[in-house]
Nanobody, 123 residues
Framework: QVQLVESGGGLVQAGGSLSVSCAASGRTFSVYSMGWFRQAPGKEREFVAAISWHGGVILHADSVKGRFTISRDDAKNTVDLAMNSLNAEDTAVYYC????????????????WGQGTQVTVSS
């Protein structure tokens, strides 16, 4: 089992940048593929980005491609999401998640979740 804790959310102006981080504890972090998802009020949880356990496979949702970058540091047991050119549509609670096997865009396929961190973009 792995425990996940997100940090780094906050309020940012449209066009600005923000990074959120997820710290993992428990079982060996390097065996998990990691994903970032987000959920805005009244909407379904949606895929943002994912990275494989070995870092060789990286996925980004079309809506964030070219603006957001996922990365992992197995020495620190962290996975980060760097967000640039933020707009109001990026406002949501951002969650990190972990799963065995290849990275997935489907939230139901992830076994472990953090509590989320709020990102608010003001226009």
């Amino acid at each position: 089992q792995v425990q996940l804790v997100e940090s780094g959310g906050g309020l940012v102006q449209a066009g600005g940048s923000l990074s959120v981080s997820c710290a993992a504890s428990g079982r060996t972090f390097s065996v998990y593929s990691m994903g970032w998802f987000r959920q805005a009020p009244g909407k379904e949880r949606e895929f943002v980005a994912a990275i494989s356990w070995h870092g060789g496979v990286i996925l980004h949702a079309d809506s964030v491609k070219g603006r957001f970058t996922i990365s992992r540091d197995d020495a620190k047991n962290t996975v980060d999401l760097a967000m640039n050119s933020l707009n109001a549509e990026d406002t949501a609670v951002y969650y990190c998640a972990a799963r065995f096997g290849n990275p997935s865009v489907t939230p139901e396929s992830y076994a472990y979740w953090g509590q989320g961190t709020q990102v608010t973009v003001s226009s």
